[in-house]
């Protein structure tokens, strides 16, 4: 009797360790789902994410599949910025190298740096698209009631699946001056991959 | 940790004789009673029941009409998320291990559970966690209002209340943890020597698996809020997309979570269920086996159906048919219970205490609600049922009438066992009929809502909704009085009432109707066999428990 009880309560106390390992190794779980997440996004396109930097050596093509890329640009509600595009869509052959511009304003009485994040739908589409030359690599100051073009030079792969005729790209202008300096950081890094 | 426990089980050695501690403090704050404790964690529920209710009915009240009438819409949306906050981590999680407290010793013949100091802990967290969520009701910029979902940006934006509701989410999830640690330990080491798992009530069975549930997604809620704490607080990034993070990602970790909640408050509640019904068919349960298996399917597949919540977020064509296809999958192991409830109610000798007619209610309806749950699994109809008020009336139907009739089912069924008196059987159904009647006004005509259109979260609407929300008011205050009534019944009960027997209904078999009614401060305090003749399964099982019993011979 008095051994059984012994034995259980080691049994419960090996229960408790384990309870309590799994739950730590569950909440290590949790944090490690920000990495593979991104890892599956670059991967898959899940969020529009564009692909990698592709090289602007043009392959020759058969223009039998054209695409249509349509061009949207937003601001953050922080920043006091208007966007537009220049032009709301192009016919696009895949595989070459096109140009547009967008235009930004600055409606505040005072310097604003912004930081503008691209996305691209469908999600599908987006590891087709890469930019060669964006105003999106890097933060962009206008002084008061200062207005620029802002260019964007980009590729759509011949690989890219030929049921996909439209697609989409999007930018969001971040308030930069608003950003902590560890925020800047991050954003560095995470530009550096788009 | 482990010199404390040694210490709790000589301490319980002292009075494993009948007479309870005596004092206010020494009963109620100190308690390491398993009993006491269930009780604490049940009488907590039924006052967060009501804290949640009361917020239920400021929300109907306002959405009597259209227009804007006796709520700011800011405290509106902070209405309907602490309602969602409260119900689900105050009432229904509480209600479920304050049964599990109760029953899951006397069920395996056990003493105790198996860690009783860390039982008391794990209580005790709660009255301050839920403390400090209310306490934000009334601070500057109010209660969170983000929805209990707590997607960012949005949450981000409330005041400070964001820190004490991360907080308040963390306590939580300890106390759960604890817990499930704690019915996890009793069930595997604290069995009486000859029961074997596949002997035990299926009550056991669905609370051992809806522990491991708990331990497995817990955490991750914890990794989830604590990011949102750092990004409102030190500057870090993982949601903020002009910092390089998705919120996006935030949806991911918490439907992760999140999918596998809602069975953990559904898990319990079919092994209530799974009680109830033989007892008042005079039949051993349908299937027995069957119901153990689809129980573990069901944990199962909820790990891997998560972006069902997250259709209309936008994913790859095969993502939507890969999450609808395993989220269909889910009604096949649910319908194998369905099926063996009424499989067991088959040419059985029913009768229809209030116990039984909660449980029956709990089966048509629960099942409607997995229907409506079936149709949004459709990713492309989804688009349109997604947040509006079909959704709503989804998750009431699988919640309301599922498991909050399964607790309060389980609530008429032991009571006799726990006060020793029978609760007023008249009174009883007219809690019932009430509350049934007066819940589908409450929730039907909210599936023509949504569909009409209806968003959900929102204060005001427009005019073609008007009819069906003042039906739905009106179900809804109903519903609210009912459950009035039910306190008052379970209150008359403790205070006294027809003295209950041991075995309290004629159909119920289980060790938990082999004690005294009330049940003494300690039972099965000699650990040893029980008679196995006196549980439902029988011996059915017994080569098995024979195997278990050699195992615990050669320890
Ligand atoms: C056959 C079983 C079920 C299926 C197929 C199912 C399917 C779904 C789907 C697809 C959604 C997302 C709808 C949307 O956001 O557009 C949903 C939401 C929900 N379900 Fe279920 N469900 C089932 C059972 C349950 C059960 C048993 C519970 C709880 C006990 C539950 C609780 C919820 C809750 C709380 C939500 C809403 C979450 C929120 O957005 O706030 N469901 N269900
Ligand atoms: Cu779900």
Not at chain 1, 172 to 194: D, P, V
Not at chain 2, 203 to 217: D, P, Q, Y
């Amino acid at each position: 009797m008095q051994q059984n009880k012994q034995n259980r309560q080691k049994d419960n106390r090996k229960v408790l360790k384990l309870g309590i390992a799994g739950s730590l190794l569950m909440v290590g779980f949790g944090f490690a789902l920000v990495p593979l997440y991104d890892i599956i996004c670059d991967i898959t396109g899940l969020n529009g994410k564009t692909g990698v930097l592709a090289t602007s050596e043009v392959k020759e093509q058969a223009i039998d599949h054209t695409v249509t890329v349509q061009f949207d640009g937003t601001v953050n509600s922080d920043l006091p910025w208007s966007l537009k595009p220049q032009v709301f869509s192009m016919e696009v052959v895949p595989g070459k190298l096109y140009s547009t511009e967008y235009i930004a304003k600055n409606i505040a009485q005072i310097d604003v740096t912004g930081q503008a994040v691209p996305s691209v739908a469908p999600n599908e589409a987006s590891i087709y698209f890469s930019k060669t030359e964006c105003f999106c690599f890097t933060e962009q100051l206008l002084t008061s009631g200062e207005e620029k073009n802002m260019p964007v030079t980009f590729i759509v792969s011949p690989d890219i699946p030929k049921d996909i005729n439209v697609l989409t790209l999007s930018y969001t202008f971040f308030n930069k001056s608003r950003l902590t300096a560890a925020q800047q950081a991050a954003a560095a890094e995470a530009h550096e991959k788009i | 940790m482990s010199q404390d426990i040694t210490h709790d089980e000589v301490a319980h050695d002292h009075h494993d004789h009948d007479h309870k501690p005596k004092g206010f403090v020494k009963r109620w704050l100190m308690t390491t009673n398993h009993k006491d404790i269930g009780t604490l964690y049940l009488v907590f529920a039924l006052a967060m029941f009501m804290v949640g209710g009361a917020m239920a009915m400021i929300i109907r009240l306002e959405l009597f009409q259209p227009g804007l009438q006796f709520v700011e819409p800011a405290f509106f949306n902070q209405m309907t998320t602490m309602h969602a906050l409260v119900m689900i981590f105050g009432a229904v999680m509480p209600a479920f291990v304050g049964l599990a407290n109760w029953m899951i010793p006397m069920m395996i013949g056990a003493p105790d559970m198996a860690l009783p100091r860390m039982n008391n802990w794990s209580f005790w967290i709660l009255p301050f966690a839920f403390t400090m969520l209310l306490a934000t009701l009334f601070m500057p910029g109010g209660a969170p209002a983000g929805g209990w979902t707590m997607y960012p940006p949005l949450v981000l934006q409330g005041g400070h209340n964001v820190g004490f509701l991360v907080f308040a989410v963390h306590m939580m999830g300890i106390s759960s943890i604890m817990g499930a640690i704690n019915v996890i330990a009793t069930i595997m080491n604290m069995r009486a020597p000859n029961l074997g798992y596949l002997n035990m009530p299926l009550f056991v069975w669905t609370w051992l698996i809806t522990a491991f549930l708990l331990i497995a997604v817990m955490p991750v809620l914890a990794g989830a809020v604590t990011m949102i704490l750092t990004d409102r607080y030190f500057d870090t990034s993982f949601f903020n997309a002009a910092g390089g993070g998705d919120p996006v990602l935030f949806q991911h970790i918490f439907w992760f979570f999140g999918h596998p909640e809602v069975y953990i408050m559904i898990l319990p509640a079919f092994g209530i269920i799974s009680e109830i019904i033989p007892t008042f068919a005079r039949k051993p349960l349908f299937g027995y086996v069957s119901m153990v298996y689809a129980t573990a399917a069901i944990a199962f597949l909820s790990f891997i159906v998560w972006a069902h919540h997250m259709f209309s977020v936008g994913m790859p064509l095969g993502g939507s048919l890969y999450f609808m296809y395993a989220t269909m999958m889910i009604a096949v192991p649910t319908g194998v219970k369905i099926f063996n409830w009424v499989g067991t109610m088959w040419r059985g000798s029913m009768t229809f205490e209030t116990p039984m007619l909660f449980s029956l209610a709990f089966v048509v309806l629960f099942t409607i609600g997995g229907f409506s749950g079936v149709m949004m699994a459709l990713a492309p109809v989804d688009l349109q049922y997604h947040d509006t008020y079909f959704i709503v009336a989804h998750f009431h139907y699988v919640l309301v009438t599922g498991a909050v009739y399964a607790i309060i089912a389980g609530a008429y069924y032991w009571l006799p066992k726990w006060s020793g008196h029978m609760y007023n059987e008249r009174l009883g159904k007219i809690h019932f009929w009430w509350s049934t009647i007066s819940v589908n006004v409450l929730f039907f005509p909210q599936h023509f809502l949504g569909l009409a259109g209806m968003p959900r979260r929102i204060p005001d609407y427009s005019t073609q909704f008007a009819e069906f929300n003042m039906m739905s008011s009106i179900g809804g205050f109903a519903f609210g009085l009912a459950q009035v009534l039910f306190v008052y019944i379970v209150w008359k009960t403790v205070r006294g009432g027809e003295k209950a027997t041991a075995q309290v209904w004629e159909g119920a078999k289980g060790l938990e109707w082999t004690v005294p009614s009330p049940a003494p401060h300690h039972t099965f305090s000699e650990f040893g066999p029980v008679d196995l003749s006196k549980l439902a399964n029988g011996e059915k099982f017994s080569i098995l428990s024979d195997i278990d019993e050699k195992d615990d011979k050669q320890k």
